[in-house]
């Protein structure tokens, strides 16, 4: 890898969600992960390699709230995504702001307000 040292692939990196302290190591931060060429992410995100997986899956653990710029997990109790990242405290504090389909999940699932 062009510009990555071996030390820099050494290091341990750890993801922390600022509103649940999930927290767990990961191997890449962006959108096109060097490790799976036919993958490109909707969001720049903290992904690691599926331990699990036989055929080089990925885990994607969060990203950052695209109004605060916290790290947040991908959790439903976190965050949601609709066409970029929002933890839900910035969701509930700009929810007049957001689509009618996002306002209306947070009534169906008792969420926002």
């Known amino acids: 890898m062009a510009g990555v040292s ?11 969600c600022k509103q649940c302290d999930f927290s767990s190591n ?7 992960p060097p490790f799976l060429k036919s993958i490109l992410l909707l969001e720049e995100a903290y992904i690691k390699k599926d331990p699990f997986s036989s ?5 994607t653990l969060g990203s950052h709230c695209h109004h605060c710029k916290l790290s947040v997990c991908c959790s439903t109790s976190c965050s949601i995504f609709y066409t970029k990242r929002f933890c ?7 929810i007049n702001e957001l689509p009618m389909e996002i306002r209306q999940l947070g009534t169906v699932k ?3 307000t």
């Not at 071996?6 to 922390?16: A, L, M, N």
């Not at 055929?55 to 885990?59: Q, S, V």
């Open 26 to 32: 990961f191997q890449y931060f962006g959108s096109k």
């Open 6 to 16: 071996i030390d820099d692939e050494e290091k341990v990196k750890t993801f922390i």
């Open 110 to 112: 008792g969420n926002f």
């Open 88 to 94: 839900l405290d910035c969701v509930e504090k700009n």
């Open 55 to 59: 055929d080089c899956g990925i885990i």
